[in-house]
């Protein structure tokens, strides 16, 4: 008897059929990968340049050359008394942007989640301040404080909470508070808009369960609402620090930096020495701490939320 042996041909599987056996993790990664090249091109890269230039001797008033310099320019810095007021200024500046549009997205959004007519017009209103570019804004707020036809002067004389119409900007302490209220406006309507959002996933039932548990409104904000915005709050926190970091270009349409050196923060020092003084190799230097303090304090918040929440079961 005569046996038939059939060779079987291996099919090879499609590119729809590869996409369709692949696991979550490959395929997440697989769509990621375009952005991540793009970010690799447009924001790895300069930041390489930049650590590179930032170990050179560039002074473009004197020589187009480069010289290596290795951890001069770190070490010039750190010991330069400028570069010390500037870092307390920042830290400063980011705390009291921090704190101020932190607490008014918080109230901005809890109003926005209650029921009232005109809500939705109320909601897209509020989203102006985001869409004026941070240049306009600062010529902006620097109309609102002018010493002699402003609009707060004007207010408050008029309301005789003056005496007279003031220099607002010729005060060091309170030109750098009205810089940290501009960069706090300007972005508020995008952290009051995920916190509204991360109110509106609280589901309804906890609300009525507090309220028959006889919860007042201080109790539900406490134990209902704050333990559901505690891990956007956190992300709101972090997200304002890196803004009011590298915050520039509305200080330099507000204050020009003034008066004196009152509201020259690391961004602004950064653009000195890189277009005034073409110091480049100190420029970007200043540019890399300024990078490494953004990151240390934009993790410290998550890493203190996540000591919290590890000690909080030892502590019940």
């Known amino acids: 008897m005569q046996t038939t042996v059939q060779k079987?041909?291996?099919?090879?599987?499609?590119?729809?059929?590869?996409?369709?056996?692949m696991g979550e993790a490959p395929f997440g990664l697989?769509?990621?990968?375009?952005?991540?090249?793009v970010l690799l091109l447009f924001l790895i890269s300069p930041l390489i340049y930049a650590l590179l230039m930032s170990l050179q001797q560039?002074?473009?008033?004197?020589?187009?050359?480069?010289?290596?310099?290795?951890?001069?320019?770190?070490?010039?810095?750190?010991?330069?008394?400028?570069?010390?007021?500037s870092l307390g200024r920042t830290l400063v500046f980011a705390a009291l942007t921090i704190s101020i549009s932190v607490v008014l997205a918080l109230g901005l959004a809890l109003l926005l989640n209650e029921p009232f007519?005109?809500?939705?017009?109320?909601?897209?209103?509020?989203?102006?301040?985001?869409?004026?570019?941070?240049?306009?804004?600062?010529?902006l707020w620097r109309y609102l404080f002018h010493s002699n036809y402003g609009?707060?002067?004007?207010?408050?004389?008029?309301?005789?909470?003056?005496?007279?119409?003031?220099?607002?900007?010729d005060n060091a302490s309170v030109a750098i508070l009205i810089a940290a209220l501009a960069t706090a406006w300007k972005s508020l309507p995008f952290l009051?808009?995920?916190l509204l959002a991360r109110l509106q996933s609280i589901p309804e039932?906890?609300?009525?369960?507090?309220?028959?548990?006889?919860?007042?409104?201080?109790?539900?904000?406490?134990?209902?609402?704050?333990?559901?915005?505690?891990?956007?709050?956190?992300?709101?926190?972090?997200?304002q620090t890196i803004i009011a970091l590298q915050s520039f270009d509305l200080i330099f349409t507000l204050t020009r930096g003034g008066p004196g050196q009152g509201t020259v923060v690391l961004s602004y020092l950064v653009f000195i020495n890189a277009f005034e003084r073409l110091s480049m190799g100190r420029a970007?230097?200043?540019?890399?701490?300024?990078?490494?303090?953004?990151?240390?304090?934009?993790?410290?918040?998550?890493?203190?939320?996540?000591e919290r929440r590890r000690k909080e079961p030892q502590d019940a």
């Open 205 to 239: 039932a906890l609300y009525r369960a507090a309220r028959m548990d006889g919860a007042g409104a201080w109790a539900r904000f406490r134990y209902v609402t704050m333990p559901h915005l505690r891990g956007m709050l956190i992300f709101a926190v972090v997200m």
């Open 151 to 169: 609009l707060v002067n004007a207010l408050l004389f008029q309301l005789g909470l003056i005496p007279a119409y003031q220099v607002w900007l």
């Open 284 to 306: 970007a230097a200043m540019a890399v701490l300024l990078a490494l303090l953004i990151v240390l304090l934009g993790t410290l918040a998550p890493l203190l939320a996540a």
């Open 117 to 139: 007519r005109g809500r939705g017009m109320a909601r897209v209103l509020v989203l102006l301040p985001w869409a004026v570019a941070p240049v306009v804004a600062g010529v």
């Open 30 to 37: 697989l769509l990621l990968a375009p952005a991540a090249l």
């Open 58 to 85: 560039i002074e473009l008033t004197i020589s187009p050359d480069w010289r290596w310099a290795g951890l001069e320019n770190y070490a010039a810095l750190l010991g330069e008394r400028a570069v010390r007021e």
């Open 192 to 194: 009051a808009l995920i």
């Open 8 to 21: 079987q041909v291996a099919v090879r599987p499609t590119l729809r059929q590869r996409l369709q056996r």
